[in-house]
C-alpha cells in the first residue's frame, strides 16, 4: 500500500540530503535566476551599428549625403574611411567590419542623368545571420534615398505600401523573445540536472542496499525523491518570472495560475526524466553525460527558442514533437507575450500531461528496488 | 609537486638511507600506488582495485596508512605531517624528488614491484606495506623522469580502462558528438524562409493574386492558408500556426491602376524577433519591387536611381549552416572536454578512491597529466570525427590547413579540460560538479559568438568574452574553415588559447594540491 508518511519521509531525507550539500542547494535556487540575468541582459540580436568601411571615389554631396543616410539609420556605423580599394578585403578578413561600401566616381552624374547609379556593399558573410539583416537595411535605405533624389521633395505616392504592424513584440526587442523562452530552456535543463544524479548516488554510495531494504514503495521513492525537487523548480521559475517583468520589462499579459499549473506539470515530466536517466544508469559520471545530450540540447535547438521549427527539416519538425520544450515555450511566450489562455494552450496542456506521466512512468518503471 | 618535495624535506632527508627505504615504500605498496609503478599483470588487476574499493573502506584504510607512513619515526614523523600540512597526505609523491639521487640500484625495483603476490597483501593490509621497503624505495628515485613517465603511463591505462570498461560510456564520447553536429547541422538554421503566412484576400482581383504570387515565388514565404474574414488572421497568428498575416483590401487593383497608391496590411509575430525582422525585410522589400515593376510599365516612376549591388564574402549565399557549423565543432568540443573531465577528479573523491591515489606516488602535476591526456586524445578524434562530417556531409568549405585546425584545437581542447577539472577539483559532489559544469559552460555557450554575435553585446559583455576561450576558438575555427587563415593571421587567437590553457592548467594542479591536503 502506498503511504504519505512513507512517502513523505523519503522526500524528507532527500531534501536533508540536499541541504547537506549546501553549495549544491545554492546553485539549484540561484543558477535560474543568475543564468536569466545574465543572458538577458547579454544576448541581444537586434543588429544596429554594423561597422561599415567606406571607400568614397566620387567625393561629392551626393556620394555624402548617402553614406550619411547609411549612418543616420542607425544601423550603419562608419567605422574607417578606406583609402585604397584594394584594403575592403584586408578589412573583411580580420573582421575589422562588417561590410564595406564603394561609392564609384561619376555616382553623381549616373544619378543626374537618370541612369542606375551602381554603388557595391561587400559583406562579410561569415555571420549569415548579420549579413542578411544588413542587406534588409541597405536596400531599404538605397530604395528611400533613390526616391528622395529622383522625386526631388515631390510628394508622389508609392505605387504599392505594406502597411506593417508587428504584434505581441511591436519593438521587436529580442529581449522579449528570449526572456521567456530562456526561462524554459533553463528550466528543462535544471530540471534533468537536479534529479539525474538522485539514482546513482545510493548506487555509487551504496545507500541504494539500505533504500531497497526498507519497506518502502519505488512509487513513494520515485515521488518522494520529487517532491523537493518540484518544489525547487516551481520556486526558480517563479523568480525567474518575476525577474523577467521587472528586470527586463517583459510583458506578462496572461494569467499566472495557467503557467504555474503548466510549469508543474513540465516539471514533473522533466524531473521524472532525469530520474529515469539516473535509475537506468546507475553512475553518476554517465547520468551526467546523457542527461547533458538529452536535455540541454534538445531544449536549445529543437524548442522553436532560437530557431523556428518550421525552417527545419521534415524529420527534426517530426522529432520536436517529443520535445517537451517545445511545448512549455509556447506556453511562456503565449502566456508573456501574447496573453492567450488555455482556449489556445490546451493542446500544449494535453502534451504536457502527456509528458508528465511519460516522465513519472518511465521514472517508476526504471527505478529497481533489486540489487543486482 | 615536484617543488613541494623539496619544500618538505625535514624527514626525508633527516632519516638517512635507512629511513629513506622503509619511508616512502609502505606508501608505494599501499593499494593504488604500486599497481601504477609495476607491470602489466599487476595493472590488470587494478581496476576491481578502484572500481570495487568499496567506498567505505578506503577512507579508513588510507587513513591508517597516513599514519604508518613516517619515515623510521613514527611518532614524529606522523606528528609532522599533521603539523606541515602541505606534505602530509602528498608525501607519496615526494620520494623521487626528494631522496638523494646516488642511492638507487637500477631495475631491481620492477622485479619487485611485479610481484603479483607482493601485491595482493598489500592491497588487503596497508600494514604489511612496510615488509619489503628498501629496494623498491630507492630504485623509485632512480630515474625520476622515467619513472615519472612510467607512472603516468600507468595513470593512463587506468583512465583509458575506467573510460571504456562501461560500453556505454564509448557509445555516448563518440556518438554524442556525432549526434549533436546532425542536430545542429540541420536544427540551427537562421536561414527565413519557408515562413508560414496567412492570406485574407478581399480583393480577389488578377492583381492581388500577383501579390501573393510574388511573395511566394521567392521561397520565403508560404501560404498555409487562405480565408475570408480577417479574424482569422488573427486566430492564426495567437495559436502560432503562422508568422505573417497579409490582408489585401477590397480596391486593391483599382487604386493600383489609378496610381493612388495601394495598400497591403501586414501583421508579423514579433514572438521570434529574429525572424520578424528578416521577413519584414523582404516583404518590405518585394512589395516595392512589385509597385516598381508595375510604375515603371505605366511610366509612373523616374527611372534610375542608386542600384545596390551587395556581395557577401565567404558565403555568398548567405546560407547560416556554413557559418555555424565550424562553430559547432568548437561547441562540443567544450562540451565533450568538460563531460569528460568535470567529475573525474571529484568522483574519485566521492567514491574514497582519491586516496589511493594520494597516497601513492604520483604526484599533483603527474595525476591532472594522466586526467587531461586520455581525455584530449578523445576529443581530438571527436573533433575530427566532427569536421569530416560537417566537411563532406554538411558541404562546409574547408579552406584552411589540417595542421593549422589540429594545433588550434589541440589548444582549445587543453583549456576547455582545464575548466573541467577545475571544477571538479573545487567541487565536493558530483551533484555540484555538474552545476558547476552548467554554470560555467551556458555562459561559455552564450558569450562565445556562436548562438549570438558578439559585437551587439553591451559593452560589459564584449569585454568579458575575452576571457571566454570559446570565443577565440570561434574565431579561429570559422577562420580557417571559411576562410582559409593560417597561424600567420590567427597567431593572436592561438596564443591566446594557449595562454589560457596554461593558465587554468596550473590553476587546477595547484587547486588540486590544496584540495587534498
Redesign the interface.
Known sequence: MLSAQRLLAVARKEWIQLRR?R??MI??FA?PV??LL??G????????DI?LAVRDEDRTQRSRA?VEAFEESGYFRVAEWLERRGDAEAR????VV?GVLIIPAGFAR??A?????????????????????A??????I??R???D???EGRR???????????????????R??IVPGLIAVIMS?IAA?LT??TIA?EW???TMEQLAATPVHRLEVVFGKLLPYVAIGLFDVAVATVAGVLVFGVPFNGSVVLLAAMTLLFLLGALGLGIFISAA?R????A???A??ATY??AL??S?F???V????R??QAVSYIIPARYYI?VT??VF??G?GLE?LWIQGVFMVAFAAVGLGLATAAFRKRIA | MRERGSARPPDALGTGPSGLGSGPSDLGSAAASLPLGSGPEVLRSEPSALGSAAPQAPLGSSASRLDSRPDGSPATSSAGCAGAEPSSREAGAEPSAAEPRPLRPGPSWRAAAAEPNEVEPSKAEPGEAAAEPGARASARSARPRRESLLRIRALLRKEFRQLFRDPRSKRIVFGAPVLQLLLFGYAVNTDVHRVATVVVDHDRTAESRALVDALTAGGYFRVVGRSDRSADLAAALDAGKATIGVEIPAGFARDLAAGRGARVQVLVDGTNSNTATVAQGYIARIVQEFGAERAAAAGALPTGGVDLRARAWYNPDLASRVYNIPAVVGAILMMMSLLLTALAVVRERELGTLDQLVVSPITAGELIVGKTVPAALIALVDMALIAGIGTLWFDVPFRGSVLTLLLGSAFFILASLGFGLLISTVSRTQQEAFMGMFLFFLPAIILSGFLYPVHTMPAFFRALTLLNPLRHFLEFVRAVFLKGAGIGELWPQLATIAVMAAGVLWLATWRFRRAVR
Not at chain 1, 92 to 95: D, I, S, V
Not at chain 1, 113 to 126: F, N
Not at chain 1, 310 to 313: I, L, R
Request: aromatic residues 8%; hydrophobic residues 50%.
Open positions: 550539500d553549495r549544491s546553485l539549484a543558477l543568475f543564468l545574465f543572458f541582459q547579454a544576448i541581444n540580436w537586434d543588429v544596429t561597422p548617402l573583411l578578413a580580420r573582421g562588417t549616373d544619378l542623368a537618370g541612369r542606375p547609379a551602381p554603388v557595391q556593399l561587400l559583406l562579410d558573410g561569415g555571420d549569415a545571420n548579420t549579413a542578411t539583416i542587406l534588409n537595411y541597405a536596400d531599404a538605397a530604395a534615398f533613390s526616391r533624389v529622383l522625386l508622389v505616392e508609392a505605387p504599392v505600401t505594406a502597411e506593417t504592424r508587428v504584434w505581441y513584440n511591436p519593438t521587436l526587442e529580442s522579449h523573445m535543463i540536472m539525474a544524479l548516488r555509487e554510495r551504496g544508469v553512475s553518476q559520471v554517465l551526467m553525460q546523457v547533458m545530450v540540447l534538445p535547438l529543437l522553436g532560437l530557431y523556428d518550421a525552417g527545419m527539416p524529420v527534426l509556447a511566450r503565449g507575450l501574447k492567450v489556445t
